[in-house]
């Protein structure tokens, strides 16, 4: 993906507008990394304070609950991410950030970000509609969640196919709250509908 496509899908984390002064600052004070299909951008029990943002590929957010993975988050190309455990409190990851199959992804040491923030008043109010969209995104999850199963799983298959395609049956399942036998027979029950 090139960088105006790329600057196309971060335009649009933030109702503030991405003019070039922000674009600029975050692609100059940027490192790009890579990262394969399961490996962790941010571990459980890591302490990796930085700010990242997907250029190419998906990712999950997850937290290990008894022994179970429960998905609380995918992030796709412009997505801003952190453990905000790690951003915010300095304290090691609670969660997991994974490559979902092969990602680039730009990242933003802790202390180069907040330098940014203290330099650009722009940079933070399109930060700040960046957060406020976050939390809209959980509401509308939240909404989601108390649909009837076949709704859900309907509604990530039309909206947010990439995920689909590049995120294995299990973790689906988890982001979902259903099992996996259960998006099978949904997923039959889609395919014979057709």
Same mark, same amino acid.
């Given at each position: 993906?090139?960088?105006?496509?790329?600057?196309?899908?971060?335009?649009?984390?933030?109702?503030?507008?991405?003019?070039?002064?922000?674009?600029?600052?975050?692609?100059?004070?940027?490192?790009? !990394?890579?990262?394969?299909?399961?490996?962790?951008?941010?571990?459980?029990?890591?302490? =990796? +304070?930085? @700010?990242?943002? /997907?250029?190419?590929?998906?990712?999950?957010?997850?937290?290990?609950?008894?022994?179970a993975e429960r998905n609380h988050y995918f992030g !796709?190309?412009?997505?801003?991410?952190?453990?905000?455990?790690?951003?915010?409190?300095? =304290? +090691?990851? @609670?969660?997991? /950030?994974?490559a979902c199959n092969q990602c680039e992804i730009f990242?933003?040491?802790?202390?180069?970000?907040?330098?940014?923030?203290?330099?650009?008043?722009?940079?933070?109010?399109?930060?700040?509609?960046?957060?406020?969209?976050?939390?809209?995104?959980?509401?509308?999850?939240?909404?989601?969640?108390?649909?009837?199963?076949?709704?859900?799983?309907?509604?990530?298959?039309?909206?947010?196919?990439?995920?689909?395609?590049?995120?294995?049956?299990?973790?689906?399942?988890?982001?979902?709250?259903?099992?996996?036998?259960?998006?099978?027979?949904?997923?039959?029950?889609?395919?014979?509908?057709?």
């Amino acid at each position: 993906m090139n960088l105006s496509e790329f600057r196309k899908l971060l335009e649009g984390e933030s109702p503030y507008p991405l003019n070039d002064e922000i674009f600029n600052l975050i692609i100059a004070n940027s490192e790009t !990394l890579h990262f394969g299909k399961g490996e962790a951008i941010v571990d459980i029990g890591e302490t =990796k +304070p930085g @700010i990242y943002i /997907i250029k190419e590929g998906v990712v999950r957010g997850y937290i290990n609950e008894d022994g179970a993975e429960r998905n609380h988050y995918f992030g !796709l190309s412009g997505t801003i991410l952190a453990s905000m455990h790690c951003y915010y409190a300095n =304290k +090691p990851s @609670i969660l997991c /950030i994974e490559a979902c199959n092969q990602c680039e992804i730009f990242h933003i040491p802790h202390k180069r970000f907040k330098e940014l923030l203290d330099e650009s008043h722009e940079l933070c109010k399109w930060l700040n509609g960046a957060l406020f969209g976050m939390q809209y995104f959980q509401e509308v999850k939240s909404k989601i969640m108390n649909g009837d199963s076949s709704w859900r799983y309907k509604w990530l298959m039309n909206c947010r196919p990439e995920i689909l395609q590049a995120v294995p049956l299990k973790a689906i399942a988890s982001y979902l709250g259903m099992s996996e036998v259960h998006i099978s027979r949904i997923r039959k029950d889609i395919y014979s509908e057709d």
